[in-house]
């Protein structure tokens, strides 16, 4: 059992950044594989980044390639989501994700692959 509490979320400026925290609590953080999707109002959630629990592989939506990063401190138990050049198009609720990592599989990029959820943050990004 894992326990996603997100935090970092607010309102910024297009063009800024936020740095979006996810702490885990529960057993064995660094034998999951984490995502991190959104969701904006009137709109399904959506896939914005993977890392598996090596740490080594990740996956970013296309529309913000080169603009987030994802990373993990398995010390902290903790997976970060570095945004930067935000947009208001990214204006969204933002949910971290978690699934049991193995050997075989890419990072995650669906809903339906993950068992544990956060409640959320809100992100809002004004022009």
Known sequence: QVQLVESGGGLVQAGGTLRLSC???GRLFSNYDMGWF???PGKEREFV??????GGDTAYAEDVKGRFTISRDNAKNTVYLQMNSLKPEDTADYYCAARSG?????????????????QGTQVTVSS
């Open 23 to 25: 702490a885990a609590s």
């Open 38 to 40: 959104r969701q904006a």
């Open 49 to 54: 980044a993977a890392i598996r629990w090596t």
């Open 102 to 118: 193995d050997l075989w599989r890419a990072p995650g990029t669906n809903v339906w692959e993950y068992v544990y959820w956060g």
